[in-house]
């Protein structure tokens, strides 16, 4: 038995820590709390309350201007009365997203406390409940086919299922989609685990275990109805069962296959009955009627000329990288031409290939075996000898396949549908990790140069999954909790227009004006220097003092002059100012101020003894000549066009006033 204090075991726990924290802190938007004492009343609430009722609808009642519309279903129509985004069937409201969540989480919170759970709980608990199962999965992998892999490798793989996988997207804004996602994802991982330990005993597979497998992938189903569709995985269970029993024990692998099978046999039964008792239909879910953005009805929910779109969006679109913290984005463009299928929309997204690069390995397995050297002969007596997990890799295989296949043909595309594949396909590209990484134990060199690709494709991925966290595409923590994106952003970005944002943002302001009789010209003037914008400058024609008269819309005391210069060859401003306050036309103090590193930083800033003034005159003078790193330059080739001189300016000024 493993010291649970051995520093693995430390480590790990660490780990598991540290991103449960981070997914408390962002499914809380930085608050690190629920709320436990308000009853909430979102849809899956509803159907709580509706089942407690005695039926199958939500517990809202429809609006008789819904009813009486000659198409309830188009959106041109029901737009002042529709509850958005669920099922209206013959007068009633019903969630056309199974009922898994509800039967697992909220109904027993509503027996028990008698008021609705918050979907920020329920989404972080299905989503702790993923990364524990992936952990799992991917340990027992690691200790059953690759136990001579390094620590750091195991820990490096479980941080992009952590962080990379798109469910911290998700925990970002937890509603009901979101929501029904997370669920999947947990109880699909949960099924490929226990059907993977099932196979660990000795004998013969575990009864109890391949019935948990089974009952978890069935109630997937309640989650996202695709997984009905991992029938397909079964088949791959039962293989496995009948190639390990070869002792012609036909009972107990007919008892084996029946654990495997029949609990989600019976959850499918059970879906089917519930959709019946709600749509007269067993295979409706409810998207037929549903109250979407587009009519759905006459679109239809999957399309073949959706593929091309589809396709690229899950798997090719580019992040966009560029200066603005988080600095890497989702900005969705598709290739000129691309058909896009009638009703077809889409929101922020990343392909998973660029957007988690840490996939590129499992893309990438086949020129792996060219990178060994190896001839195909080598290659497979190297498969046979290190055992490949082909029964797990299958598994993970086959349900990314699944779920991305019925995306293509879907009316849109956006990153939260990413998650439903991406953990799968991560922990896919691991197993090629360990798996190559153990084929390349005699080749040091090219062991050396495979992890480090590794290592950087796993670094990117997370730095990519941070990111998408923090900016993520329908709900922005800049919009959530200022104070704790700007907290975030201020370890990160030291750019000229972050630091004149808080600047600007915690200044107390009076509105002022500021006049002069020197400006270079109507593109430079005065007023550009308070309008805000830093793409706009003032600047005076040459560089000798300049008077610049500041006036308040009220009398104040000021406290700091913030001053932001321009920035061409070097940082055009000047270096000393004298100011003059007055009050009623009489000058009550005067104050000067010595720039010395104003060649080398555009932010200066004059910090005044507070006086009450209705007027400050501002002498500007001894303009800097210099560049960044103090080298002088040659006004004759800054502005060739005009008089040899600097231009000394300011792109903004701001004031703090008492």
Request: net charge positive; with cysteine.
């Amino acid at each position: 038995m493993q010291n649970i204090f051995s520093i693995k075991t430390i480590l790990r726990s660490l780990l598991l820590v540290i991103a449960v924290m981070f997914y408390l802190w962002t499914v809380t938007e930085g608050h690190n709390k629920f709320d436990f004492y308000n009853s909430h009343g979102t849809y899956y609430n509803k159907l709580a309350e509706g089942f407690l009722q005695g039926h199958l609808y939500m517990a809202i009642e429809p609006n008789p201007g819904l009813v009486s519309l000659s198409d309830p279903y188009d959106p041109a129509l029901n737009g002042p009365y529709k509850v958005h985004d669920v099922s209206f069937y013959k007068g009633k409201y019903y969630l056309y997203f199974g009922p898994t969540p509800v039967i697992l989480m909220y109904l027993p919170y509503w027996l028990m406390m008698h008021k609705g759970l918050q979907d920020q709980l329920v989404i972080f608990a299905f989503s702790v409940g993923a990364l524990l199962f992936s952990f799992l999965f991917l340990l027992w992998v690691k200790n059953t086919y690759f136990s001579t892999i390094k620590e750091w490798k195991f820990l490096t793989a479980i941080s992009v299922v952590a962080f990379a996988n798109v469910v911290p997207v998700l925990l970002r804004r937890p509603a009901i989609y979101e929501n029904a996602i997370a669920c999947g994802v947990c109880l699909i991982m949960a099924s490929i685990y226990f059907f993977s330990i099932s196979f660990s005993k000795k004998n013969a597979p575990s009864i109890p275990l391949l019935s948990l497998g089974s009952l978890c992938l069935g109630l997937a189903i309640g989650a996202r109805p695709q997984v009905a569709l991992f029938l397909i995985l079964l088949f791959v269970v039962c293989f496995k069962i009948w190639i390990e029993i070869s002792n012609g024990n036909n009972i107990l692998k007919y008892k084996l296959i029946g654990a495997a099978l029949l609990p989600f046999l019976f959850c499918l039964l059970l879906c089917g009955l519930y959709n019946y008792f709600r749509f007269d239909n067993f295979l409706e879910f409810g998207t037929t009627y549903q109250l979407a953005g587009k009519h759905i009805n006459k679109l239809g929910l999957f399309n073949f000329a959706r593929i091309p779109a589809n396709m690229h969006f899950n798997l090719f679109q580019l992040p966009y990288i560029d200066s603005k913290f988080p600095f890497i984005h989702m900005f969705p463009q598709l290739p000129p031409g691309t058909p896009i299928g009638p009703g077809y929309d889409y929101g922020g997204i990343v392909g998973i290939i660029p957007g988690i690069p840490f996939v590129i390995l499992l893309l990438a397995s086949p020129l792996l075996m060219e990178f060994l050297g190896l001839s195909k002969k080598e290659y497979f007596l190297f498969f046979r000898k290190l055992k490949f997990p082909l029964y797990e890799f299958v598994l993970l295989l086959l349900a990314a396949f699944i779920h991305l296949f019925i995306l293509l043909f879907m009316s849109g595309a956006i990153m939260r549908y990413v998650a439903d594949y991406a953990t799968l396909l991560i922990l896919a590209s691991a197993i090629v990790w360990f798996y190559y990484d153990s084929c390349l134990v005699p080749y040091t060199l090219k062991s050396t140069v495979f992890n480090i690709a590794c290592m950087l494709l796993a670094i990117t991925s997370v730095t990519f999954g941070l990111a998408f966290n923090i900016a993520s595409p329908e709900a922005h923590l800049a919009n959530q909790n200022p104070t704790e994106f700007n907290k975030i952003r201020g370890l990160f970005d030291n750019s000229i227009s972050y630091r004149w944002e808080k600047i600007a943002s915690t200044a107390h302001a009076i509105p002022f004006s500021l006049e002069t009789n020197n400006n270079f010209s109507g593109e430079y003037r005065i007023e550009n220097s308070y309008d805000g914008n830093l793409s706009t400058d003032w600047a005076p024609l040459g560089s000798k003092p300049v008077i610049v008269s500041l006036k308040p819309a009220v009398p104040a005391k000021i406290k700091s002059l913030w001053l932001l210069s321009r920035d061409t060859h070097l940082f055009e401003t000047w270096q000393k100012l004298s100011a003059n306050l007055y009050l009623n036309g009489t000058i009550i103090s005067k104050q000067d101020f010595k720039f010395p590193n104003a060649f080398k930083d555009r932010i200066q800033r004059a910090e005044f003894t507070p006086t009450l003034t209705d007027k400050i005159e501002l002498e500007l003078y001894d303009p800097v000549t210099v560049n960044q790193k103090g080298i002088g330059l040659d006004p004759t080739k800054l502005y060739p066009v005009y008089p040899a001189d600097f231009c000394p300016g300011y792109t903004e000024i701001a004031i703090d006033w008492e």
